[in-house]
């Protein structure tokens, strides 16, 4: 993957609980993207950022979903009082420069809410 | 936003053929028409990509055509192998963000 990771790799957790999902792209890019795939489905874009700065917040499904970056390192993504439909498969992704540059997918984060 | 829909949901084809995958976008402002090929488990891998100024691009086997007019892009598999059963994504770029379709499933049959 070109030198994505995401930890953890599986999270189970109980409905209610908050949860936090970390994303490094080791080789510092400037783009980082989030994405979520429910089982069987698309890829659902819920934000980016290009540095530490999250221009587009629009696919964030809900105020429980937030995220953050250090500089062009690690970003963190933390559901708040997670539901089950929270369930899927936490991608993210980073790009050299923005949207038009390749992007290289990390091995993803399968959470499952009980 | 920009919207991209892909069909089919589900396509398969004997080892050999041709198979076609279709998307189409709402957005003009679309610029970059990425595909990605996602094998069962594991992550999604870009397999090519196009931009607003060309019509076609070609690699090996496969191809992707651009309709800017109609807004619609099509991605191309020739003498189909048995390592490209997958889920195909399409996706469209706007501006900052990529907008991805729902996804194709190929099967290659033997």
């Known amino acids: 993957g070109a030198g994505v990771s995401q930890s953890p790799s599986n999270k189970v957790t109980e409905k209610g609980k908050d949860v936090e999902l970390r994303c490094d792209p080791i080789s510092g890019h400037t783009a980082l993207y989030w994405y979520r795939q429910r089982l069987g489905q698309g890829l659902e874009f819920l934000i980016y950022?290009?540095?530490?700065?999250?221009?587009?917040k629009s696919g964030l499904p809900s105020d429980r979903f937030s995220a953050e970056r250090t500089g062009e390192s690690v970003s963190t993504l933390t559901i708040q009082r997670t539901q089950q439909e929270d369930s899927a498969v936490y991608l993210c992704?980073?790009?050299?420069?923005?949207?038009?540059?390749?992007?290289?997918f990390g091995p993803g984060t399968r959470l499952t809410v009980l | 936003g920009e919207n991209v829909e892909q069909h089919p949901s589900t396509l398969s084809v004997q080892e050999g053929d041709s198979a076609v995958i279709k998307c189409t976008y709402s957005?003009?402002?679309?610029?970059?028409f990425p595909w990605y090929k996602q094998e069962l488990g594991k992550r999604p891998q870009l397999i090519i990509d196009i931009r607003s100024n060309v019509g076609e691009k070609k690699d090996q086997r496969i191809a992707v055509t651009l309709n800017k007019t109609a807004k619609h892009f099509s991605l191309h598999i020739t003498e189909t192998q048995p390592e490209d059963s997958a889920v195909y994504f399409c996706a469209a770029s706007p501006d900052d963000k990529i907008i991805f379709g729902k996804g194709t499933r190929l099967h290659i049959l033997p």
């Open positions: 957005d003009s402002a679309s610029n970059y």
């Open positions: 992704a980073k790009a050299a420069g923005g949207s038009t540059d390749t992007q290289y």
């Open positions: 950022f290009q540095g530490n700065s999250a221009p587009d």
